[in-house]
């Protein structure tokens, strides 16, 4: 992976340039870690989960 940089006036750098993959493959690390820190929590809180499938049913129910 190559970096690019934005840099300003006094060449402090302000920004960095991505290809649409690299930003896009980030994007889905960064949901995954979110996921797995819901996941540390509930359990820790533990809180009463349900079956996915359970879930999308009652959703679609109270539509």
Do not use: H, P, W
């Amino acid at each position: 992976m190559e970096t690019q940089y934005v840099t300003d006036k006094k060449g402090k750098k302000v920004a960095v340039i991505l290809s649409i993959e690299e930003y896009q493959k980030m994007l889905e690390e960064l949901e995954a870690v979110d996921d797995i820190k819901l996941y540390d929590e509930a359990k820790k809180n533990q809180e009463e989960s349900i079956v996915a499938e359970e879930a999308f049913k009652s959703i679609e129910k109270n539509r």
